[in-house]
């Protein structure tokens, strides 16, 4: 079990690591999931089969901590009076046949003041004597934080003076969950009846609903039928079992996996839902044709300015160019990814991961645009005009040799007839009318194909124009899917992560299911916060 829980804390420092680096959670949300290795009682006991029950007294200051362990000891081990609201020391007092093995990897020394006894009836038991958790010294608190995970059981001791002290009691809401708890008025010889069930309703309100308060007095000389030192007492020793302790162990397990779990869900949350994709394409599209149209309508002016001078040039030269993709389309462009972040923002998506995609985005629809008009400008060029145009330039092109020969062969053929003939029969040889109706034959059948052709030609600037819209389009189109890929991507990458979170939460269940144990005594369950 030990191994799952650490593998688990590998895969979510690694998970963690690696969605903040892709931008998908930030760094408040990545430090949320950084999560200590697991820290029990069993650390201090290394090699013990059965260990002891942890028992720790804790309290603000002058309400007899001290004073109710050396009571319950029956010596002197822990200081009082004066000493305590600046002592950084915690006081541990067990029995000698327990070796704490593993005290000195874990704290140092210094601040421990160590006692052992050969009292057999607390052989089971160690007990720690915690700073003031309220004193003027900032590092008793840290002390008491750094003690807290390998305690079993917390006694949270009161006075009736000094029962609503505000810093433990908002220790004991914040760890309430994480531990067994016994509650003790001291000084009882000093308290009344509507004080004690002042303190009873408070921790009612805390999460107790039947909360185990023992009213005690340390001092010898007064021997009260209302001392419940003895019951305490008693009441500890019943718990030092080894069911109880495999009980709290458990408990212990399952409120850190559950505070484990809390965080990645507030991390799933964080992702948002899948579902708010159909939204954000919904807007993506209905965008994307009011965008297209503004540059459609704006590029207007500069695709005729750019016709007319790949019309009369063939190219463009550095001087002469117009450029199409300007300041004006890069605004109307970036105002369009603008919104397609702010919209994913909106939806509780993560936008910082899209963001960076559509920043290396922004400076290739000028290329796009470029690249496609140039290259179908040049297509449209090389053939400018339709099928019925060329064709009917190929006719004219052939009509324009073949019948002025033709013409001219008729003419010649008359030529060489009339002189026959003349020769033959003395007639008179062709006339002037004969020779202006012949030029006028070859005059009229090369002159008509190449008046066709001449109004036929296509216009090299409507060719243009026509490449560079149709360029246009096709630029248009592929930013278009380019940007519909890149959605794609993110949708893609967000469901991974979120599947990937899922596992994570799936394996903290597991664990967590696997922790839970039985219903545990009655005196157990009154100690422990209800769920």
């Known amino acids: 079990m030990a191994y799952d829980y650490s593998d688990l804390l590998v895969k979510i420092d690694s998970w963690s690591q690696e969605v903040q680096k892709g931008g998908w959670i930030n760094q408040q949300q990545a430090l949320s999931l950084v999560i200590e290795p697991e820290s029990s009682a069993k650390a201090l006991f290394n090699g013990h089969n059965e260990r002891p029950l942890v028992v720790a007294f804790m309290g603000g200051t002058g309400v007899g901590k001290s004073s ?28 000698q046949k327990v070796l704490l093995q593993q005290l000195e990897q874990l704290f140092p020394l210094q601040n421990i003041q160590i006692s052992q006894h050969l009292d057999a009836k607390n052989e089971q038991v160690v007990w720690i004597d915690m700073p003031d958790f309220d004193s003027t010294e900032e590092k008793n608190k840290d002390i008491v934080m ?5 305690v079993d059981v917390l006694i949270y001791v009161v006075s009736p003076e000094r029962y609503r002290d505000n810093k433990a009691w908002q220790l004991l809401l914040a760890e309430g969950a994480s531990h067994a708890w016994l509650f003790v008025m001291n000084q009882w010889d000093r308290g009344e009846t509507s004080q004690f069930e002042d303190f009873k309703n408070q921790l009612s309100k805390a999460g107790f609903a039947n909360p185990i308060i023992y009213k005690t007095i340390c001092h010898d000389e007064l021997i009260l039928e209302e001392n419940e030192v003895f019951k305490l007492q008693q009441s500890i020793s019943s718990l030092a079992t080894a069911n109880t302790i495999d009980q709290l162990e458990s408990r212990g397990g399952q409120q850190r996996n559950n505070a484990i779990k809390h965080q990645l869900q507030n991390c799933f949350q964080a992702l948002g839902a899948q579902n708010s994709f159909s939204v954000i394409e919904q807007v993506r599209v209905s965008r994307w044709l009011v965008t297209k149209e503004q ?41 369009y990814l603008d919104e397609l972040i702010l919209n994913t923002d909106q939806q509780g998506l993560p936008s910082a991961p899209l963001r960076q995609a559509l920043l290396g985005y922004r400076d290739k629809a000028e290329k796009h645009i470029q690249a496609q008009t140039e290259l179908n400008c040049r297509k449209a060029l090389i053939n400018p005009g339709n099928i019925l145009q060329r064709s009917l330039l190929k006719i004219a092109r052939i009509a324009e040799i073949i019948l002025p020969l033709t013409s001219m062969g008729l003419v010649g053929f008359q030529v060489f007839q009339g002189y026959y003939d003349s020769a033959v029969s003395e007639q008179a040889f062709l006339g002037v009318d004969f020779a202006v109706h012949s030029a006028l034959l070859i005059l009229i059948s090369w002159l008509l194909p190449f008046f066709i052709r001449k109004k036929m030609q296509p216009s090299l600037e409507k060719a243009a124009l026509k490449g560079l819209n149709i360029g246009l389009n096709s630029a248009l189109s592929m930013i278009d899917i380019d940007i519909r890929n890149i959605m794609s991507d993110y949708k893609l990458q967000h469901q991974k992560i979120t599947e990937s979170l899922s596992e994570l939460i799936g394996v903290c269940e597991q664990l967590g299911s696997t922790k839970k144990t039985g219903g545990g005594s009655e005196q157990l369950e009154r100690m422990l916060v209800k769920d």
């Open 68 to 95: 109710l362990l050396n009571k319950l000891s029956g010596k002197a081990i822990a200081n009082t009076g004066v000493e305590r609201p600046t002592s950084r020391e915690v006081t541990l007092y067990h029995h």
């Open 146 to 150: 750094q003690w807290l995970p390998y």
């Open 295 to 335: 540059l459609t309508q704006g590029f207007e002016w500069p695709v005729k300015q750019l016709s007319v001078v790949y019309s009369k040039k063939g190219s463009v030269a550095s001087q002469d160019k117009v450029k199409l993709w300007d300041e004006w389309a890069q605004s109307r462009f970036n105002d």
